[in-house]
């Protein structure tokens, strides 16, 4: 059968019927994408709400330090637990919780530093809770402080990326954990740096030391806090060895005025609201892990790699000199000073009685001319330097330091026991290893048959 001729009636209908059927299906298409639309909408703000509330850490509020966290080894355990969350709060109370009983709970500020990394690591060793405290800047080689970071981790201990200036961020740290210590060793350090940045040390090592007390008085318990200060309070003190009874009213550099200035603080904030207070004097303390600012560590560096030394000699042509001292005995002097000090007597901010305040050299009772520094590490890497015998500069440095530690020996029995050469070797031996370095080194069997007692 033939179909039917088209008449214009049936051709109307029938372009209306295609038009109705196009309508629908663009409808149905905006339905859909308009569905579509609204999913990934709500996908994206549920992960907005995510990232605001996770990520930058609460502790960082330095935009300097924002892309390290990128670069960080750590980086993804730092976005899905530094943000104040559970995640967080777990690791900050696991970190911080004691092995052994009656342990310490001590909040360790400059854990990824020099003396920091070392405290913190035989802290958790003997079985004390240690919660690290550190903001990354990068006063030196920031690499270096994540390399300290991931040992840590590997003992345990978490470290929150923060500034000491942040009070929000530690009033946070001390409702979470009732910390019986602090370690306080965040600082800006270096003595000569002082006048280059100024601020730098106003800014931490009076403001930031200023913040963290105010922090500690209010909380409840207030800890004990054990805080490093410096052999360079003693400035142009010509009395020898330097006695804690010695004046410290001449400091030479910033830096020296600034550690000088803690120590008056803390008499204020142990005398107002009984917090109990123990500040250490370090003198030039070095070791493996140390520090790139410090002249032995830029002295090998340098030396290894043929660039001149700057040695300096006094006005009157003498020879510079330090009471270097190791930094495992550094380690044992803040722990045993961490062990023999006295809870704080206050609670709330107030004040319920008096409290313990102490000043401690931890020295090596042994000077040792700059020039006869390089010599041992010549010996060490195998390589003459080329030095330069210059007056000191007038940058804050001190002609000659030397600790009498009797007071720190009969309070808390320390005793350096690691004389120069032998401290040099094992820093020597970190630093070639640390940075792959083929050298002429000494080797371990030739240090091993020198100290067959290092071998055992
Ligand atoms: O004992 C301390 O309290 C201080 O010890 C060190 O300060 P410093 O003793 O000056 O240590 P270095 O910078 O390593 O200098 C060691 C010696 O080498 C000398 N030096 C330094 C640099 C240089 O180019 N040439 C040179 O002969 C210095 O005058 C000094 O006698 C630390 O850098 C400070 O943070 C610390 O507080």
Known sequence: MASPPHTSKTLKLERYNSYLRRLHSTKVLNASSKLIFRVTLLIALVLILFFTLNYPPLSDKNP?????????????????????????????????????????????????????????????????????LDNFNSYYDPSLKRARQKLLLKNQVFIVEGDLNDASLLTKLFDVVPFTHILHLAAQAGVRYAMQNPQSYVSSNIAGFINLLEVAKTANPQPAIVWASSSSVYGLNTQVPFSELDRTDQPA?????????????????????????????????????????????????DILQGKPIDVYQTQDKKQVARDFTYIDDVVKGCLGALDTAEKSTGSGGKKKGPAQLRVYNLGNTSPVPVGNLVSILEGLLRTKARKHVIKMPRNGDVPYTHANVTLAYRDFGYKPTTDLATGLRKFVKWYVDYYGI?????KDSDINSEHPEESA
């Open 253 to 301: 550099s910033l830096y020296a005025a600034t550690k000088k200035a803690g120590e008056e603080i803390a008499h204020t904030y142990n005398h107002i609201y009984g917090l109990s207070l123990t500040g250490l004097r370090f003198f030039t303390v070095y070791g493996p892990w140390g520090r790139p600012d410090m002249a032995y560590f830029f002295f090998t560096k």
């Open 64 to 132: 300097n330090h924002a892309h390290l966290h990128h670069h960080s080894f750590l980086s993804a355990a730092l976005f899905t637990s530094s943000a104040g969350g559970d995640a967080w709060e777990k690791q900050v109370r696991h970190s911080s919780t004691p092995k052994k009983p009656n342990g310490l709970s001590v909040l360790v500020t400059g854990a990824a530093g020099f003396v920091g990394s070392h405290c913190s690591i035989a802290l958790k060793k003997r079985g004390d809770g240690v919660l690290g």
């Open 438 to 442: 083929q050298t002429r080194v000494k």
